[in-house]
């Protein structure tokens, strides 16, 4: 089983993206899939490298 989160890198740390070369999780965040087959995403949340969230537009469209 797999799901979908939107993660953003811990402030000032860089979070590589597996399977694409040299690319790094942008500091505004994007949705990662979390499955049982490749549980990087998983442990970087465990670590605390990264935090789980919402877009920044999704949040600023509730709040107002």
């Given at each position: ?9 811990k ?12 690319e790094?999780?942008?500091?505004d ?12 995403w998983q ?9 789980v969230g919402?877009?920044k537009?999704a949040?600023q469209?509730k709040?107002s």
């Amino acid at each position: 089983m797999s799901k979908q989160v939107y993660v953003r890198p811990k402030d000032g740390l860089i979070v590589r993206i597996p399977g694409r070369l040299h690319e790094v999780l942008p500091a505004d965040g994007m949705t990662v899939t979390i499955s049982a087959a490749d549980p990087y995403w998983q442990r970087r949340i465990d670590d605390g490298d990264v935090i789980v969230g919402k877009p920044k537009a999704a949040a600023q469209k509730k709040e107002s």
